[in-house]
C-alpha cells in the first residue's frame, strides 16, 4: 500500500533550521504534486509549500525567504529546509501527495520553535 513517511521534525531555538523529509513508498504509478501543510493548535491547517512535478514551487508569504522545498522524484520524497525558524512556525507539519489518485498524507511531524 502507498504511504507517506515524514521525519525530522524537533525542538529548535528561534533563528535555528531543520529539515523535514516525506518519503513516498509502495507501487506508485503517478503522483503529482507534494506539498507542506502545516497546523497550530486552534489553528486551521494551512498550506506552506508546495512543489510541482518539474520543480515549480510556490510558498506561503510568511515563510518566502525562508523556507525551501525540493523533492528528489525518482524516489518520490520531498524536503522542506526551514531556516530563520521562528516561535509563529510551531505546528504539527504534514506532507501531502495525490498518489495513483487517491490523496495521501504523512502522519505528521512536530516542529517546535521556542527559546
Known amino acids: 500500500q502507498v504511504q507517506l513517511v515524514e521525519s525530522g521534525g524537533g525542538l529548535v531555538q528561534p533563528g535555528g533550521s531543520l529539515m523535514l523529509s516525506c518519503a513516498a513508498s509502495?507501487?506508485?504509478?503517478?503522483?503529482?504534486?507534494m506539498r507542506w501543510y502545516r497546523q497550530a493548535p486552534g489553528k486551521s491547517h494551512e498550506l506552506v509549500a508546495r512543489i510541482g512535478a518539474i520543480g515549480d514551487r510556490n510558498y506561503m508569504d510568511s515563510v518566502k525567504g525562508r523556507f525551501t522545498i525540493s523533492r528528489v522524484g525518482a524516489n518520490h520524497t520531498v524536503y522542506l529546509q526551514m531556516n530563520s525558524l521562528k516561535p509563529e512556525d510551531t505546528a504539527v507539519y504534514y506532507c501531502y501527495a495525490n498518489i495513483n489518485g487517491v490523496p495521501s498524507w504523512g502522519q505528521g511531524t512536530q516542529v517546535t520553535v521556542s527559546s
Open positions: 509502495g507501487t506508485i504509478r503517478d503522483i503529482g504534486d
